[in-house]
């Protein structure tokens, strides 16, 4: 069984950082890309940031220079650095991977989400 979990959203003034973290966890043999998707209210859920196995990363146009995704192999993680953060950055943000198990299998997961609020 493996599990993503994202953690480190919350309400964050115009204009703020916040950093984003999401830890897989289970029967992992290794991870290849892991990405970062966010859906606001009322929007289709959208890509904005991935990362490879070898560090290579890939963003959105829009957030190019705002947003930076890194990863710790070791740990499992993936983080997104979130800074000048706007009200339109608003949304639910949600960590993707796909994930080689011990057995054998891979599968593309997704963690449950976590909220950005970004208001005054």
């Known amino acids: 069984q493996v599990q993503l979990a994202e953690s480190g959203g919350g309400l964050v003034p115009p204009g703020g950082s916040l950093r984003l973290s999401c830890a897989a966890s289970g029967s992992i043999a290794s991870i290849t890309f892991m990405r970062w998707f966010r859906q606001a209210p009322g929007k289709e859920r959208e890509f904005v940031a991935s990362?490879?196995?070898?560090?290579?990363?890939n963003y959105v146009d829009s957030l190019k220079g705002r947003f930076t995704i890194s990863r710790d192999n070791a740990k499992s993680t993936v983080d997104l650095q979130m800074n000048s953060l706007k009200p339109e950055d608003t949304a639910v943000y949600y960590c993707?991977?796909?994930?080689?198990?011990?057995?054998?299998?891979?599968?593309?997961?997704w963690g449950q989400g976590t909220q950005v609020t970004v208001s005054s």
């Open positions: 990362i490879g196995s070898n560090g290579k990363t």
């Open positions: 993707n991977a796909y994930i080689w198990t011990t057995s054998g299998r891979g599968d593309l997961y």
